[in-house]
């Protein structure tokens, strides 16, 4: 009976102790004082086993920060996490998280999702990574990142390992700001000073060359990047992507810092368009190698210990040696701190490569990529004026403008007439000269179809530059006004007109979300909506005056009719008609309308063409 009571006993404090570990994350009921619920172990005194990092110590309230946990060594491993972002004074849970790692989730505190991060599993880990959304709006200068840690049940490490950071207001185009940054690890608390000078510095990528090369042995994966005429204050990258477009990509970035010294960073770009952050998933990153030799920048490194796991929602896909990727280069400049700037140059390679297995390619970024660049956005201006502004004048005039000025002759013919054929043969032209250009731009190459989008363009584009060109030569060969079928001519006029303007705005549309655009947010696509929602308002509008003096020209030819008519027994001469059919205040309104479109069409146009050429 003792013995029974003893092994009940024991079996009751085995199933209390594991009941605690939360295994599979923190409880909520942790949040607040960020302490496990080990009962009866205590904290352990701090200790240099474990440290934490970010990839900024300053922050605006639109940036992202990213916070690395990891062991002092390889040896060092954890099995629970517990992240927090804090005020200052520690009272107020502040911010929200992005899940990175694998074996990671995002936690509810205080009844705010993804306010905290924690463990998934109870696997041993070397290392996680989170991403910390700061709040939009900062009430509090000073933010403390703090790790709980949890190396096995009895041994556990709280209020050890913190980073403090340090909220900017957004900055102007200059910005001299004094940052006093603090972190805490372990215990020991070191406090720096310095001056952060914001400017940001842009210098024109020009005959960069990038090969990139790797070999494969034992699970290893070495890798060499060679970059030659990368300036200072320049960075190349090369990223794998499952698409060939940005977005959920792992990116290894060589950079040339302004103290001529070289970096070579991991990151992942999880939000299409978003700049990269650092951190990755899927195997261990180990820089070996950062040299410049003979003005050739080199940044070597392995990648290696991949384990099979699990895509998990909110995380993006691990990196993977089996996995066939396509590479993407980029090139671009830093700031004055060394950050990365948006790319100047970006392509991706039509190649596709893994990591277990021998590759390399290469990029040339030469005197002439600045000008190819060009051409691709001469083509996309140029067909923005044309197909906005040029083309609905045209057909506006066309449509509406018949009866306006009949007086009036522009080389013996009517005015109307005389505009239009003006605007639509240079519409042909324009769109011939952006076709060529476009066609330079790709070497006369095709777009695949695994390209998706820019292959949709490239279809829709066809057959509107094809349209266009259709158009002047049917003119050519019309038959007479008074031609017995004439009307056939004039309903394949405006039916082949009508498809080619329809298919302009698609693809107009289709052209903001291509990869070489890099549209930042809804802007040039919300100008793109703003011109669709115009047209129908402006053709109602022109429809709408059309219907209403032909209403009132029936009415007042009704009353003549028959009030004239039956007086003298005469009918009223034509003469005294004609001041209805040309009716000058519907021809005002026509014009008003006319020049209220152009100038709607005009702005659009060009603040469309702005935002292109800022490529």
Known sequence: MELFTYQLLVFILICTKYGNNHS??????????????????????????YTIQTDKTQYYPTDTVLITVSGATGSNTFRGILLQARTLNGNQIIGTWTVVSSTTQALTCNSVTNSAITHNSKTDKTSVQAIWTPPSTITETTTVIKATIVNVYTTFFVNCFNVTLTAKQANTSTNATTVAASSTTAGASTTVTSTTITTTTVQQIVGVQVAVNWTYTSGVT????????????????FGLSLDQDMGEDHVFVCK??????????????????SPPVLGGTGGVFNSTTQKVENGVVSCEFTLSGFTSSKRRRCAIASLSQTTSYYPLIAIGNLDSSNNLIQHTSRTPLSQTVQLNQAASFSYNADSDDSSNTSLMKAH??????????????GVLIARYFKTV???????????WFAIHRAVMISVAILTIIAFVLILVFESGQWIPRNETREFAHSIVGILVICFAIVQPIMALFRCAPDAQYRFIFNYVHAAVGFLAFTLSVVAIFIGMFLSAINPDGNKRWGIVLAWTLWLPVIFSSFQFVEFYFKRQESRQKATNSYDLSNTNGHAVPPDETKEIENNPTRDRIKIILLVIHILVALGLALTLAILVGQI
Not at 222 to 237: E, G, P
Not at 258 to 272: A, F
């Open 24 to 49: 599979t994350g923190a409880p909520t009921d942790a949040c607040s004082t960020m302490t496990p619920g080990h009962t009866p172990n205590t904290a352990q005194s701090c200790s240099a086993i």
């Open 222 to 237: 070495s890798v060499k990047m060679q970059i030659t005429n990368l300036q200072a204050s320049q960075w190349c990258a």
């Open 256 to 273: 040339y810092l302004s103290t001529y010294n070289v970096v070579v960073e991991r990151r992942i770009n999880s939000g299409g368009y």
């Open 380 to 393: 996309g201006i140029i067909m923005i004026f044309t197909w906005i502004l040029f083309v609905s004048t």
């Open 405 to 415: 000025w009949p007086e009036r002759k522009i080389c013996g013919k009517a005015v």
